[in-house]
């Protein structure tokens, strides 16, 4: 059975930094993508950053702030968020995939694999 856990989120203020983490088990994706999505109250989730086969992924709207990384024998995938803003507000989700293609990663139903999410919210 697959499973994604995450952790790292909290209460931070503007500015401030997180750094998120999503463990595997199960099932290692190291021939696939590991991803992080994030839902705000009211909105669809949305696409964050994804890495597959060492290439890295961003939103427009964090791509200078935030860095996905990988460790591939914790089979462990990062999300270093920094100079967070109240936008960011959100709960954040892993997701992974063994096959899914470039061009598919920015889209959530693309993956089989999810985990139960971590809340991060900033606020002054």
């Known amino acids: 059975q697959v499973q994604l856990f995450e952790s790292g989120g909290g209460l931070v203020q503007p500015g401030d930094s997180l750094r998120l983490s999503c463990v595997a088990s199960?099932?290692?994706?190291?021939?696939?993508?590991m991803a992080w999505f994030r839902q705000a109250p009211g909105k669809e989730r949305e696409f964050v950053a994804a890495t597959r086969f060492g290439n890295k992924f961003y939103a427009d709207a964090v791509k200078d702030r935030f860095t996905i990384s990988r460790d591939g024998a914790k089979n462990t995938v990062y999300l270093q968020m920094n100079n967070l803003e109240l936008e960011d507000t959100a709960v954040y989700y892993c997701?992974?995939?063994?096959?899914?293609?470039?061009?598919?990663?920015?889209?959530?139903?693309?993956?089989?694999?999810w985990g139960q999410g971590t809340q991060v919210t900033v606020s002054a």
């Open positions: 997701a992974a995939d063994s096959t899914i293609i470039q061009s598919s990663l920015r889209l959530a139903a693309q993956y089989d694999y």
């Open positions: 199960g099932r290692t994706f190291r021939n696939g993508a």
